[in-house]
């Protein structure tokens, strides 16, 4: 599975060292980031975002192209101005180049389940998936199933689940959202932990097994910082889990009533 994103082109212009956006590991790049890049989703912006990434990739075929961060989290209240662009501009390429098998599929990859409603309700272009970053997890999930997942379910558009581990707290970290984790948070994970341990189940395992187990979820993105993390991955995905301990977490109301579990 080959897949890019478009929404941020890469420009020629050096940016000064001193304002290089570096972020808390030291950046993509090991001397941090020398061109400048821009938010941009205009049509002219995505075909060339798609022809650069063509280039570096040496192919002519993507397997799935993700419209990227076009969100309130990133761009405040100019958010549905930013969307509109996309809506006109980056979805109307992407489904061209679908239709012309450049692309295998399109969506949107965010972290706020917003514009995808927004998304699902245009009678076209309709994406062929969604990446739904940290909002189908154990810890947040609720809203989701409000009106995203039965809608999703209902088009036959699929959803890949990002950050199954919420940052990272699921999953033995002190990250909650990208920021150091709320007590309410560590201790609502401690809970979950807890219950865990009484049914002989990792939380690895709980964390993924439920970001998979609704009917719209066709892939899940734990994102491995190194090889051995992979392992553990494939290995918490073929653990079982006892019915016991969904029933349990239900019970504690730590998951929704009505939220779909895998079942033995």
Do not use: C
Not at 11 to 38: T, V, Y
Not at 111 to 123: A, G, H, Q, S
Not at 257 to 262: G, K, L
Request: charged share 25%; aromatic share 6%; net charge negative.
């Amino acid at each position: 599975m080959l897949s890019t994103k478009v929404g941020r082109i890469v420009l020629d212009e050096i940016q000064d060292p001193a304002a290089r956006d570096l972020g808390e590991k030291g950046g993509l790049f090991e001397h941090g980031r020398p061109n400048k890049m821009i938010d941009v989703y205009t049509a002219d912006a995505t075909l060339r975002s798609i022809e650069d990434s063509l280039k570096r990739l040496r192919t002519d075929r993507l397997d799935i192209v993700w419209v990227h961060d076009v969100a309130q989290d990133f761009h405040g209240d100019q958010w549905l101005d930013v969307f509109e662009s996309a809506r006109t501009g980056a979805f109307r390429v992407l489904q061209r180049l679908r239709d012309e098998g450049v692309i295998k599929a399109w969506g949107l990859g965010v972290n706020r389940v917003e514009p995808i409603e927004l998304t699902l309700d245009l009678d076209e272009p309709q994406p062929d998936a969604f990446l739904l970053a940290g909002r189908y997890t154990l810890l947040d999930h609720r809203r989701a199933l409000q009106r995203l997942l039965p809608d999703a379910t209902e088009r036959g558009v699929d959803m890949v689940v990002g950050g199954p581990y919420s940052s990272g707290v699921l999953a033995g970290g002190l990250h909650f959202e990208y920021q150091k984790a709320p007590a309410e948070i560590v201790a609502r994970v401690e809970r979950i932990k807890n219950l865990a341990a009484e049914h002989g189940v990792s939380i690895k395992a709980a964390a993924l097994q439920f970001a998979l187990a609704h009917p719209a979820a066709a892939a899940v993105i734990p994102g491995a910082t190194r090889p051995s993390r992979i392992a553990e991955d494939t290995a918490a995905l073929a653990e079982e889990v006892p019915a016991a301990f969904w029933a349990a977490l239900r019970a504690e109301q730590l998951i929704a009533a009505d939220a779909p579990v895998p079942t033995v």
